[in-house]
């Protein structure tokens, strides 16, 4: 069960649930991996839908890792994520949202 106060996003990768959430770390591993200058330039490149497959991939991946899970990017990759592409996009938006303070709505 996801705390979206928290800031937490469910996702489902392989038919198991993770709980996703952007620590600080997370965040820092995420700004250091996609070149942004800052947490604003991040948010922003996002916001403005200035992102690649690549950029989701490492937004999730840093979410997932700051909600526990011990996989990297590759297997990610490979995953089979619940709702395809457009529900990755959105969990992707959902993180970033609880992370800087909205709820992002139901996860």
Same mark, same amino acid.
């Given at each position: 069960?996801?705390?979206?106060?928290?800031?937490?996003?469910?996702?489902?990768?392989?038919?198991?649930?993770?709980?996703?959430?952007?620590?600080?770390?997370?965040?820092?591993?995420?700004?250091?991996?996609?070149?942004?200058?800052?947490?604003?330039?991040?948010?922003?490149?996002?916001?403005?839908?200035?992102?690649? *497959? +690549?950029?989701?991939?490492? =937004? &999730? /991946?840093?979410?997932?890792? !700051?909600? $526990?899970?011990? @996989?990297?990017?590759?297997?990610?990759?490979?995953?089979?994520?619940?709702?395809?592409?457009?529900?990755? *996009? +959105?969990?992707?938006?959902? =993180? &970033? /949202?609880?992370?800087?303070? !909205?709820? $992002?709505?139901? @996860?």
């Amino acid at each position: 069960m996801v705390n979206p106060y928290r800031g937490e996003v469910r996702l489902v990768l392989d038919g198991r649930a993770h709980v996703m959430r952007l620590t600080l770390g997370a965040l820092a591993e995420l700004e250091e991996r996609l070149g942004a200058g800052s947490l604003v330039a991040l948010v922003e490149r996002f916001e403005q839908g200035q992102f690649s *497959a +690549r950029d989701l991939l490492a =937004l &999730l /991946a840093a979410g997932l890792r !700051g909600g $526990g899970w011990q @996989g990297d990017e590759e297997a990610l990759a490979r995953a089979d994520i619940k709702g395809g592409p457009g529900a990755a *996009a +959105r969990a992707g938006a959902q =993180l &970033l /949202a609880r992370a800087f303070g !909205g709820d $992002g709505g139901d @996860g």
